[in-house]
């Protein structure tokens, strides 16, 4: 059974950083490219950043580039999201996903989501 399980969310301020995590199981990690995904209030899901299967290439989003950072363990299984200079629009769940290209949007499997909240 696949299982990714996201966690580091929270409240922080305007400015601040929070460290997201997905440790992943039941699966090849390493074969999958990651993805973080975010859904705020009263909108859409949209795509925030991904990882190669290698961690070699990224892809963000231009609205966190330069604040985001997303880099990748295969030996733990693990995807991380650093996110600094929060902003409240950053404020939603996010969801990390395994899929088949940092490029595409296709996304095999899903986290549960973790709250991000930022207030001004």
């Known amino acids: 059974q696949v299982q990714l399980v996201g966690s580091g969310g929270g409240l922080v301020q305007a400015g601040g950083s929070l460290r997201l995590s997905c440790v992943a199981s039941?699966?090849?990690?390493?074969?999958?490219?990651m993805g973080w995904f975010r859904q705020g209030p009263g909108k859409e899901r949209e795509f925030v950043a991904a990882i190669s299967r290698s961690g070699a290439a990224t892809n963000l989003v231009d609205s966190v580039k330069g604040r985001f950072t997303i880099s990748r363990d295969n030996a733990k299984n693990t995807a991380t999201l650093q996110m600094a200079s929060l902003k409240p629009e950053d404020t939603a769940v996010y969801y990390c996903a395994a899929g088949r290209s940092i490029w595409g949007k296709v996304y095999d499997y899903w986290g549960q989501g973790t709250q991000v909240t930022v207030s001004s």
């Open positions: 039941g699966l090849a990690f390493s074969a999958y490219a």
